[in-house]
């Protein structure tokens, strides 16, 4: 009877074992909150490999023992002749980041991560790799943005899954942990938890505030309408009609100029930084910062005030930079970083990394593309900590001077409380 009935709805009996499901991927922090990573494998047998997780970009890529460049530190790097299911796509690639670049060969191979495995997975084999972009303990990074936007002009790992059925729904889903605030804290510590194909509803409270990506722009970063910015009540005049890329790989939170300038402007005591920090902005260390963004839903996501100032070590003991910089100024916002294949129409003037996703559960869905965000669920570790809850309504925006959009960046520094001194050396990840 069965087989007959799969015979008159044309149906295989490989659709109807088909599984789909949802699993966990746990995450680390990686340096306070400088970003966070989680594992997976590559090649038969499989190869194991901690790599940053970044919603904005869109292209994996693993030092490699090709490495010639910039892998001297890396423990364990992947090895293609190992893997007997590695194809190599004879076709080199280049991925310039703000920071530095990663050069290698394109090829494929099985993936796994989280129980779920893609057989033929499009890479890059790293060969050359800038000072700084991994260490003994990350080998490579995963982009976790869409196809529009990658190097390889491969589907990213994790919008392949969301597409091909394996989820029980097409998103994946964020809880970062908040190390920023620990004493003699370990530059490694348990980060949090991605839930691929699914949500986790022991990690958040109420309802998860969806918001589609504007149909005006293609779906390469996860863009949404910066809608308001309020710092302690006050409403912040922003530029409106701009987006900002949602990104997991980015530690800080980036902006244009003449927004952060009036953001800034409701702090008393904030100054415009010199020198090697050309677009950040210092406050006094005793000055707490309540700031609220919203993106178009019906909510307004406060920050915790731990997460928006970073304490420095050089002795200038009252003074701290803000989390909040402009991405159109200072050398690390050098116009040659964006993604080659993103749509102009696409390019993000804000970029709003961990400083806000740290308090907020986060929700990237495939399709239709949305970004949803919920509130924590205050038992988790530093969650109860947040200034309150998000605020129905959302908040207003005003109209001001027009600015150019600004590419993606981050702020990959090795250890958050010596910004001042390591200043030189920030770049965008």
Same mark, same amino acid.
């Given at each position: $009877?069965?087989?007959? &009935? ?92 703000? @920071? ?12 796994? $991560? ?15 790799? @800038? ?10 990074? &995963? *982009? !976790? *943005? ?25 998103? $994946?889903? +964020? ?27 022991? &990690? ?44 997991? *790989? ?26 090697? &920090? ?16 919203? +993106?178009? *839903? ?47 129409? @696409? ?56 600015? @150019? ?11 958050? +409380? ?7 050396? !920030?770049?965008?990840?």
């Amino acid at each position: $009877m069965a087989n007959k &009935l799969r015979s008159k709805y044309n149906i295989s009996p490989r659709s109807l074992d088909r599984r789909q499901s949802s699993n966990v991927v746990p995450i680390t922090d990686e340096n306070s909150d400088s970003s966070y990573s989680g594992v997976l494998s590559i090649g038969t047998p499989a190869q194991s490999f901690n790599v940053i997780l970044d919603t904005g970009s869109s292209d994996l890529w693993v030092a490699s023992t090709q490495c010639t460049t910039g892998c001297n530190q890396v423990s364990g790097p992947y090895n293609p002749s190992s893997s007997s299911t590695f194809k190599d796509a004879n076709k080199g690639v280049s991925i310039t980041y703000g @920071s530095g670049s990663v050069v290698g060969e394109i090829g494929s191979d099985t993936v796994s $991560m989280g129980g779920f495995t893609t057989t033929s997975q499009t890479f890059v084999v790293a060969q050359q790799v @800038s000072a700084g972009l991994v260490d003994n303990t990350l080998t490579g990074l &995963l *982009g !976790l *943005g869409f196809k529009a936007i990658a190097n390889t002009g491969a589907t990213p790992l994790v919008q392949g899954l969301a597409s091909s059925s394996s989820f029980s729904m097409p998103v $994946m889903s +964020f809880y970062l942990e908040r190390h920023i605030t620990d004493q003699g804290s370990a530059t490694k510590a348990a980060g949090g938890i991605l839930t691929l194909g699914g949500t986790n509803s022991s &990690l958040f409270t109420g309802a998860i505030d969806y918001v589609n990506i504007p149909n005006t722009v293609s779906a390469g970063f996860w863009l949404l309408p910066v809608s308001g910015i309020t710092v302690g009540g006050t409403v912040v005049a922003i530029t409106t009609g701009q987006f900002a890329a949602i990104d997991t *790989g980015t530690t800080l939170i980036g902006g244009p100029s003449a927004d952060v300038a009036a953001f800034y402007s409701t702090i008393s005591g904030s100054q415009l930084g010199t020198g090697s &920090l050309t677009g950040y902005y210092t406050i006094p260390c005793g000055t707490s910062v309540s700031a609220s963004f919203s +993106f178009g *839903g019906n909510e307004s996501w406060p920050i915790n005030p731990v997460d928006f100032k970073l304490p420095t070590t050089n002795g200038r003991n009252n003074v701290c930079i803000g989390a909040l910089f402009d991405l159109n100024a200072g050398s690390s916002t050098s116009p040659g970083s964006s993604p080659p294949r993103k749509r102009q129409s @696409s390019t993000p003037a804000w970029i709003v990394g961990d400083t806000f996703l740290k308090n907020v559960y986060s929700v990237f869905q495939y399709n239709p593309p949305a970004v949803g965000f919920a509130q924590l669920n205050p038992s988790l570790p530093g969650a109860g900590s947040a200034p309150g809850t998000a605020i129905s309504g959302g908040v207003g925006s005003s109209s001001g001077s027009s600015t @150019s959009g600004a590419l993606r960046q981050a702020v990959p520094f090795a250890l958050v +409380f010596s910004l001042v001194a390591t200043a030189t050396a !920030l770049g965008i990840l």
